[in-house]
């Protein structure tokens, strides 16, 4: 029996990175979670100030496109009937 594989490549899922790790909107965002910056996920709608001139801007920092696919592939009857399975590139 195969399976169905959602492959999410260059998913833009990733940890705040070390270069923006000590910018002001990144570590008040961290303090809200208590948590310490290199242990949270690059989000664009909370990090846009400290992302302006990393490598790459527009293409980092959305953890809503992986969250909202999966949803969506859970909801699936193929998933259901365990003939699902995910796969990420990063």
Not at 25 to 37: F, N
Not at 56 to 74: H, T
Request: aromatic share 10%; with cysteine; hydrophobic share 40%.
């Amino acid at each position: 029996m195969s399976k169905l594989s959602l492959i999410l490549a260059e998913s833009s899922l990733e940890l705040i990175p070390k270069e923006i790790q000590n910018h002001p909107s990144v570590l008040s965002h961290c303090k809200k979670l208590s948590k310490t910056a290199s242990r949270v996920l690059l989000d664009n709608s909370w990090h846009y100030a400290a992302m302006k001139g990393i490598e790459n801007e527009m293409k980092r920092g959305r953890p809503d496109l992986v969250y909202f696919s999966m949803l969506e592939a859970c909801s699936t009857p193929l998933y259901f009937e365990k003939k699902f399975q995910f796969t990420f590139i990063l």
